[in-house]
């Protein structure tokens, strides 16, 4: 059974930096992707970032690029959203999830696995 736990949400301020992690369990090859996705009050669910496990490949969000990195470490199971020089529009509850394919970031019904999110919040 596929599993993924995210961790690494708080409190920072506009300019500083946090890093997420998903931890990811069950899968049988590294042929996936992991993304990770943003949903802020009131709005909709958007992709942020995106990783194929295999090879590294990675793709942004125009709205982040610059300031997010996103990483994985084999040895860990655990992909990493690194989140530097935060913005108050960056607060929202980040999820990552899980795809058997390479899909564009707001193909969100792409999918299929889900964690269950973390509350990211940057004060002015």
């Known amino acids: 059974e596929v599993q993924l736990v995210e961790s690494g949400g708080g409190l920072a301020q506009a300019g500083g930096s946090l890093r997420l992690s998903c931890a990811a369990s069950g899968f049988t090859s590294d042929d996936y992707a992991i993304g990770w996705f943003r949903q802020a009050p009131g709005k909709g669910r958007e992709g942020v970032s995106c990783i194929w496990i295999s090879d590294g490949t990675t793709t942004y969000a125009d709205s982040v690029k610059g300031r997010f990195t996103i990483s994985s470490d084999g040895a860990k199971n655990t992909v990493y959203l690194h989140m530097n020089s935060l913005k108050p529009e960056d607060t929202a509850v980040y999820y990552c999830?899980?795809?058997?394919?390479?899909?564009?970031?707001?193909?969100?019904?792409?999918?299929?696995?889900w964690g269950q999110g973390t509350q990211v919040t940057v004060s002015s």
């Open positions: 999830a899980a795809a058997g394919g390479w899909y564009p970031l707001n193909d969100l019904y792409e999918y299929d696995y």
